[in-house]
Structures are given as structure tokens and as C-alpha cells.
């Protein structure tokens, strides 16, 4: 990566003096408009966790397979990180607050027919759908914020609301899960989403302000081709390195892993397409994704940060479900419970950095915070079958949280300083996308780490058929060992690049607006 690129000409950086008839315009319903953009953002993270409490539920009243079950999650992940980087080009050139309502609007259709579907195959389209439809809105909710806020402490407030928001959702998705499916119906986790969607889209319709590209505004449909087949290619490899080896034995952890024929596949064809895309972007007149978005130095800091923390805290949620309900014999919605603090930490701590990002900077916030979420993920590496919950799960999930909160809103900072108006979606975009790309990363590795450990556990140690039913929450915890390890490790890569590569001071973040006057 290079240092800072130099901005497109249309935005002005800190040290350009504007006449004053030409200052940017501020938009007196701005703090409502971040209460919908934010709504919006709450539901597509909420969705994901909801769905993942429903999912036994569903597969049970539609007779889905074990094999086939992974669908539910797959459709949506495959649609949803393929096209993300399309969503942000059509928010730019579209407009980004209409793109941001066809979102919505297509989100909440999809989520109705995934409530009413009486079929396995009409689930899978719907959630494949929901994640057509998110990657439309989610780029185009971060951008419109990014044009909406653009004096110092106001945008550093308004990220405070969307990164605490961003980061505590999952966790408020598993309760919310928890209560909708035990006291009403696993539909309902869908359904919800539809009345939710239609009153943020009513609100959006008078209080948020459009905005959309200038210039050159032609798509780039070679780069829309070769990325949106690349991602997919992508997303699917690590979906199939990490798919259950035998998912009709539900006690077998074994995955298919990285070296399957069809996970190779995969991952050769997603490389053979994306080392194409950049390729064409290179040389295209109008590319969808310009490099210079990426290759700027705090910019690509960022989006690798959010790499490595999406596949890192995977760990976290996914193996302290496990450990939760299967080793402390929690039921799902206390569990979800369980989670609670961890959104709480999110957002308490998020007003606070919010307040100190313009005083002292991104990286200021982001070392410490990452090094706290190291220290938290490790400490899980210690939990047995008595830890208790309060003097060690609990701690460590606080300073996660508060490490966490201290990352998300510098880093969303930072990977949208400096941008021009003109690429202020695909900049969103590549932000969405690296989250994605981690998340799926770290499914496939993490889930792979845990079943071999897993397996090695009970091969060393299982002598009988009795043996292996009594070792197996032993072995869960070997697994989970390992997993939360590597989770730190992950994390640990995303400290290293905040501390080498991110370089931008407290005056290149707050007094920079990331895109020119909103409307």
C-alpha cells in the first residue's frame, strides 16, 4: 500500500479554504437521519444471529436435511458478500438514499416470503434474496452517514451510534432469537423484519437527504463480472472448507476442509477472477472499484483491520455458543443472555471513544483496544467445564467488548477519510465486504482448527463406544482451546496492521470530510 492517495477533486481536503457561500450545507434533521440509517444497520446485524437460534427450529418444521441445513445461512453469506461491491456502484450512481429504500423495500419482501415459506427451497431463495437486497442497503447506510455528518465531532459521534451498533447487534440478535423462537415461531424471526423495515423506510422517505455521484457515472461491467463471480467464488470456497464432512452424524465435528477437491475449486477460481478484476481495473476508464480507494494507506490499514477482527470474533460468538449450551447446559435463550454484555460494553464504551477520537486519533484508540480483545480472546483459552461465568467468561467478554468498541469507530473512520464524493458507496462497500470476507474466513478456518482438535482428542483418548459419548464434552473444550487461540492470533494480525501500517494523526481523520455536501 501507498501512503495517503490525494483525494479526487471532488472533495476538498482540510487545508483547501472554500468561500464561504460555498461551505457544505448542514442538514438540520441529520440526528434523525442517523436514528434510521442506524435502524437500518441494527436489522441487517440482528439478522444474521436471529436466524442462526431459528435455524433447528426451521429444520425441523420443513423437514430440511442435516446436509442441506447449512443453506439457510450459505444463500444468504453467498449473495450477500458477491454482491456487495455492486451495491455500493449502484448506491453512488442510483443515489444512495434510493438505493438505500429498493434495500429496504426488497429486504423486508424477502424476509415476508422467508416467514410464510412453506418449503425448504423457498426459505433458501428468500434468504438468498435478504442477502441481495442487504447488499444494497448496507453500503448505502454507511455512505449516506458519511455525507450527512461532516463537521469534526458530529461524524465522530455519528460513527460512535453506527460502530456500537454494528458491533453489539449480533449479540442482541441472539436474545431477540431466543425470545421470538421459544414464545412464538421460528417465522416470526423473519417476519419481524418486515414492519421494522417499513417504518425506517417511511421515516428515511422524509428525513434523510439524497446524494449521488458526480461525474462519470457508466458502470464498469466487466469489473461487475469478474467481482461479483470472484467474491462468490470466494465466499463459497470457504463455505465448503468448512461444511460438515458427515452431517447426518451430528456427533462426528469432522469438516471437509481446505483440501477437498471442491474447496480448491473454489478458492483457484476465485483467485484466477479477482487477479483478473484488479487487472481490468487498472486499465478500465471508469472502473467500479477505483485502486486508489484500497491501495491508500489508512484506507487499506482499515479494511484489513475488519478483515482479520470479523474472522477473529467469530471465535467468540460461535464456540462460546457451543461452550454455553453444550458444557454449562444453558438453554438458547440464556445463552443469548449471556451475550448480553458484550453489546452493552459495545455501547457504553462507543460514546466515550467517540468523544476522544478527534482529541487523540484512530490509532491512539485501535492499539489499545486491540490488544484488550487479544488479552479477552486468550483468556477464554483457560474456560473448563467449572469455570465460572462471572469471575472469567464475563471478564473477558468486557474487555473484549470495550476493545472492540475502541476499534469499529476509529476504523470506520478511517477507511472513509479522504474519499471523494464520487466513490463514497464502493468505499462503504469495500468496508462491508472486507467485514464479510473475514466473517467467512473465519468460519472456514476456525471450524476447521476445532474439529481436528476435536478429533486428535478423541483418538488419543477414546478406548470404547462408551468412552467416546463421555469425552465429548472434554473434546468440545480441546476444540474450543484451539479455536479461541487462533481467534486470538487473528486479532493479533489485526494489532499488527493498526500499529504498522495505519499512520493517520487526530487533525487527517475529524477535520477531513470523507465526501462533499450531502443532497
Known amino acids: 500500500m501507498s501512503d495517503a492517495v490525494p483525494p479526487t477533486p471532488a472533495a476538498p481536503t482540510a487545508r483547501t479554504t472554500q468561500p464561504a457561500d460555498t461551505a457544505p450545507e448542514v442538514d438540520p434533521r441529520r440526528w434523525w437521519a442517523l436514528a434510521v440509517i442506524a435502524a437500518a444497520q441494527l436489522m441487517i446485524v440482528l439478522d444474521a444471529s436471529i436466524v442462526n437460534i431459528a435455524l433447528p427450529s426451521a429444520q425441523q418444521d420443513l423437514g430440511i436435511s442435516n446436509a442441506d441445513r447449512q443453506w439457510v445461512v450459505t444463500a444468504y453469506t453467498l449473495a450477500f458478500g458477491a454482491l456487495l461491491l455492486l451495491g455500493g456502484r449502484i448506491a453512488d450512481y442510483t443515489g444512495r438514499k434510493r438505493t438505500f429504500l429498493i434495500g429496504l423495500g426488497g429486504f423486508a419482501a424477502a424476509s415476508a416470503i422467508g416467514g410464510l415459506a412453506p418449503t425448504a427451497e423457498l426459505l433458501f431463495a428468500a434468504r438468498a434474496l435478504q442477502g441481495a437486497f442487504a447488499a444494497l442497503m448496507a453500503p448505502a447506510a454507511l455512505s449516506l452517514l458519511t455525507v450527512t455528518f461532516t463537521e469534526p465531532r458530529e461524524r465522530a459521534k455519528a460513527f460512535g451510534v453506527f460502530g456500537a451498533l454494528s458491533g453489539g447487534g449480533a449479540a442482541i440478535g441472539l436474545i431477540v432469537g431466543g425470545v421470538l423462537t421459544e414464545f412464538t415461531s421460528w417465522r416470526w424471526c423473519l417476519g419481524v423484519n418486515v414492519p421494522v423495515a417499513m417504518l425506517v423506510a417511511l421515516a428515511a422517505v422524509r428525513l434523510v437527504r439524497e446524494s449521488k455521484a458526480p461525474g462519470d457515472t457508466r458502470y464498469d461491467v466487466p469489473g461487475v ?123 457504553l464504551t462507543a460514546g466515550a471513544v467517540a468523544q476522544l477520537l478527534p482529541r487523540v486519533g484512530p490509532k491512539a484508540l485501535m492499539v ?107 473434546a468440545f473444550l480441546s476444540g474450543y482451546h484451539v479455536a479461541f487461540f487462533w481467534g486470538a492470533v487473528l486479532l493479533g494480525v489485526a494489532l499488527l496492521v493498526a500499529l504498522f501500517v495505519i499512520n493517520a494523526r487526530k487533525q487527517d481523520v475529524p477535520s477531513e470530510p470523507a465526501v462533499g455536501a450531502a443532497g
Open 368 to 474: 489499545p483496544g486491540l490488544a484488550l480483545a487479544v488479552t479477552g480472546m486468550l483468556m477464554l483459552t483457560q474456560v473448563e467445564a467449572d469455570t465460572s461465568y462471572v469471575a472469567w467468561v464475563l471478564p473477558s467478554m468486557l474487555l473484549m467488548s470495550i476493545g472492540m468498541a475502541c476499534v469499529f469507530i476509529p476504523a470506520s473512520s478511517t477507511a472513509l477519510v479522504n474519499v471523494g464524493e464520487h466513490d463514497a458507496g464502493i468505499a462503504s462497500a469495500v468496508l462491508n465486504t472486507s467485514q464479510q470476507i473475514g466473517g467467512s474466513l473465519g468460519t472456514a478456518l476456525l471450524n476447521t482448527l476445532f474439529a481436528g482438535a476435536v478429533t486428535a482428542y478423541l483418538a488419543d483418548n477414546v478406548r470404547s463406544p462408551e468412552d467416546a459419548r463421555t469425552m465429548a464434552p472434554d
Open 225 to 347: 463480472l469478474l467481482a461479483t463471480t470472484g467474491l462468490f467464488s470466494l465466499v463459497y470456497g470457504f463455505t465448503e472448507a468448512a461444511k460438515a464432512a458427515n452431517p447426518d452424524n451430528p456427533q462426528d465435528t469432522a469438516v471437509q476442509g481446505w483440501t477437498d477437491p471442491k474447496t480448491l475449486a473454489w478458492l483457484v477460481a476465485a483467485l484466477v477472477l479477482l487477479v483478473a478484476f484488479v487487472a481490468w481495473e487498472r486499465r478500465a476508464k471508469n472502473p467500479m472499484l477505483p485502486l486508489r480507494v484500497v491501495l491508500d494507506r489508512n484506507r487499506g490499514g482499515s479494511y484489513l483491520v475488519f478483515l482479520f477482527v470479523g474472522a477473529g470474533l467469530f471465535a467468540m460468538f460461535l464456540f462460546l455458543t457451543y461452550y454455553f449450551q453444550l458444557n454449562l447446559g444453558y438453554s438458547p435463550l440464556r445463552a443469548g443472555f449471556a451475550f448480553l454484555p458484550f453489546s452493552v460494553g459495545i455501547i
